[in-house]
């Protein structure tokens, strides 16, 4: 099997908030449909978001079980920090030390999924 692209697909009932949180994070693009928008960085499609009017969060860390997150490494987690609180994330689990040697602090996005930044 040849794979030609591979996506992580979010659902949300708010395409344009969910699409434009992940390419501000990212630093990419979105191209809009009207039930699909991807978001591009360098011309190099990375994620996705369906239409999903319906949508539930999941209350991960401390409720129902999580359904998948992503993992985002930075080299500054505390500027990583106010560039997705200011791109509409919430933090939902604060690291211990942020000088630790390495760590992760959970967020969600605008519709609820969870990420971590790592470092």
């Given at each position: 099997?040849?794979?030609?692209?591979?996506?992580?697909?979010f659902?949300?009932?708010?395409?344009?908030?969910?699409?434009?949180?992940?390419?501000?994070l990212l630093?990419?693009?979105?191209?809009?449909?009207?039930a699909w928008?991807?978001?591009?960085?360098d011309?190099?499609?990375?994620?996705?978001?369906?239409?999903?009017?319906d949508?539930v969060?999941?209350?991960w860390?401390?409720?129902?079980p999580?359904?998948?997150?992503?993992?985002?490494?930075?080299?500054?987690?505390?500027?990583?920090?106010?560039?997705?609180?200011a791109?509409?994330?919430?933090?939902?689990?604060?690291?211990?030390d942020?000088?630790?040697?390495?760590?992760?602090?959970?967020?969600?996005?605008?519709?609820?999924?969870?990420?971590?930044?790592c470092?």
């Open positions: 099997m040849r794979i030609l692209r591979q996506l992580v697909v659902d949300a009932a708010d395409l344009a908030a969910e699409s434009g949180f992940w390419a501000r630093g990419g693009t979105v191209e809009a449909g009207d928008h991807t978001v591009s960085v011309g190099e499609d990375r994620v996705a978001v369906q239409l999903a009017p949508h969060p999941p209350r860390p401390d409720g129902d999580q359904q998948v997150h992503l993992d985002l490494v930075v080299e500054d987690v505390r500027a990583a920090h106010a560039d997705a609180v791109a509409g994330a919430r933090l939902l689990q604060a690291a211990d942020l000088d630790a040697e390495e760590g992760f602090q959970v967020y969600a996005d605008p519709a609820g999924h969870p990420f971590c930044l470092w």
